[in-house]
T-cell receptor, first 114, second 114 residues
Framework: EADIYQTPRYLVIGTGKKITLECSQTMGHDKMYWYQQDPGMELHLIHYSYGVNSTEKGDLSSESTVSRIRTEHFPLTLESARPSHTSQYLC?????????????FGNGTRLTVT | DQQVKQNSPSLSVQEGRISILNCDYTNSMFDYFLWYKKYPAEGPTFLISISSIKDKNEDGRFTVFLNKSAKHLSLHIVPSQPGDSAVYFCAAGDSGGGADGLTFGKGTHLIIQP
């Protein structure tokens, strides 16, 4: 069953538009993450949060921003979409350190910027 | 520079036989390792993990082996079933690291042939 939800599943949008990718989880997890994945490539961590009002950038530089106002909600925003932002975006959460609590992933948002 | 490498983009195995998926890593700080399974249009789901204090972990048909000196791990699936056809990601983490995220490989597409 899906305890972590991402919307939209697919999005095609023109260059320059502002977009927000939604991610919500019902498990009460403190830690949440955004990964970016291109086809046939590894997942790259772009943002993470340890709890409300905590956000950090990940290993891969990204022009997106995130916010964590509520525990269950971790949206990602692109102020001005560009074709280079075309990718799949995966949201994940975990109860504690991923050392002893595996990541739970949403089904992803596949973004295409034309 | 890739820190987690899955050198086989795809692997084809006959139903009922053993599937062996391989993963190499370069970062000596990694001390826990996970395998995720991903079906098309879905997010990755956790399969099995192992910490660096062990060299084997088993869960039903799935066994992960870790060779720390060779910086190599492998996932064995016995017997392979049609539902095992998916992309398998190897991931590694450093429990003392700051980001608390995982480093993923590019994945191996496993195809189980009837």
């Amino acid at each position: 069953e899906a305890d972590i939800y991402q919307t939209p599943r697919y999005l095609v949008i023109g260059t320059g538009k502002k977009i927000t990718l939604e991610c919500s989880q019902t498990m009460g997890h403190d830690k949440m993450y955004w990964y970016q994945q291109d086809p046939g490539m590894e997942l790259h961590l772009i943002h993470y949060s340890y709890g409300v009002n905590s956000t950090e950038k990940g290993d891969l530089s990204s022009e997106s921003t995130v916010s964590r106002i509520r525990t269950e909600h971790f949206p990602l925003t692109l102020e001005s979409a560009r074709p280079s932002h075309t990718s799949q975006y995966l949201c994940a959460s975990s109860a504690r350190s991923s050392y002893n609590s595996p990541l739970h992933f949403g089904n992803g948002t596949r973004l295409t910027v034309t | 520079d890739q820190q987690v490498k899955q050198n086989s983009p795809s692997l084809s195995v006959q139903e009922g036989r053993i599937s062996i998926l391989n993963c190499d890593y370069t970062n000596s700080m990694f001390d826990y390792f996970l395998w995720y399974k991903k079906y098309p249009a879905e997010g990755p789901t956790f399969l099995i993990s192992i910490s660096s204090i062990k060299d084997k972990n088993e869960d039903g048909r799935f066994t992960v082996f870790l060779n720390k000196s060779a910086k190599h791990l492998s996932l064995h699936i016995v017997p392979s079933q049609p539902g095992d056809s998916a992309v398998y990601f190897c991931a590694a983490g450093d429990s003392g690291g700051g980001a608390d995220g995982l480093t993923f490989g590019k994945g191996t597409h496993l195809i189980i042939q009837p």
